[in-house]
């Protein structure tokens, strides 16, 4: 059974400050994903990362992703009070077609002013 | 393009009574993706269906719960004779072909009184 870990569950830091927010998986898989979600929202895609090496940016959040450690991170840079949401990383596990996703916890992040 | 569209987007059902969801995914998507996200956690997958079939019902409860993807009209999840502990948000998800990103509904908050 894939099992997909989060760290931290919760995470409370000031603006303009840098963090990391790790995932790690516990098989091999083509595809992972990064979403955001806001209370009561639906899910906003923000990165898929596709290959091992593989490191995307958009804004303030910088994702990579390395296979062989089965682990991906989500780097936040020089936070703002905008990017307070939960966001969860997925993994596809469909073997053999389909996109079936097994979801971390989530991060809770609050951007304090 | 409309996106995946979800309705209702809130339901209210007494103990005992049918729940029905309904999910019309994008124009052109035939591969739909249900999962369930209860409070404070992360989505689970529940199924995976095409039109007219069901792939993938691993993640499905054995009872009480159901789904379909008609040859026309949306696809439906169904939970018969609901308990509070049903009480999630359930989000439906489409794809256009095989193992390409799945894109979401805004979902259905089913509130079990």
């Known amino acids: 059974e894939l099992k997909v870990e989060q760290n931290p569950l919760f995470l409370s830091m000031q603006e303009g400050k840098n963090y990391t927010i790790y995932c790690n998986y516990s098989?091999?898989?083509?595809?992972l994903y990064w979403y955001r979600q806001d209370p009561g929202k639906s899910l906003e895609s923000l990165f898929v990362?596709?290959?091992?090496?593989a490191v995307k940016q958009e804004g303030r959040l910088m994702a990579s992703l390395d296979t062989k450690a089965r682990l991906s991170t989500l780097h936040i840079t020089a936070a703002v009070h905008d990017l307070s949401a939960t966001y969860f990383c997925a993994v596809d596990w469909g073997e053999t077609s389909g996109s079936r996703l097994t979801f971390g916890e989530g991060t809770q992040l609050t951007v304090n002013p | 393009n409309a996106g995946v569209m979800q309705n209702p987007r809130h339901l209210v059902r007494r103990r005992g009574q049918e729940a029905r969801l309904r999910c019309s995914p994008m124009k052109g998507h035939s591969h739909v993706y249900w999962y369930r996200q209860l409070p404070e956690e992360g989505l689970k997958f529940m199924v995976y269906l095409q039109k007219e079939n069901i792939i993938d019902e691993s993640g499905m409860p054995k009872e009480r719960f159901s789904a379909e993807f008609p040859k026309e009209g949306p696809s439906i999840l169904r939970i018969q004779q609901v308990v509070r502990g049903d009480s999630a948000a359930y989000f439906c998800?489409?794809?256009?072909?095989?193992?390409?990103?799945?894109?979401f509904g805004q979902g259905t908050r089913l509130t079990v009184v």
């Open positions: 098989t091999t898989s083509d595809r």
């Open positions: 998800a489409s794809s256009p072909v095989v193992d390409t990103e799945a894109f």
């Open positions: 990362l596709l290959s091992n090496g």
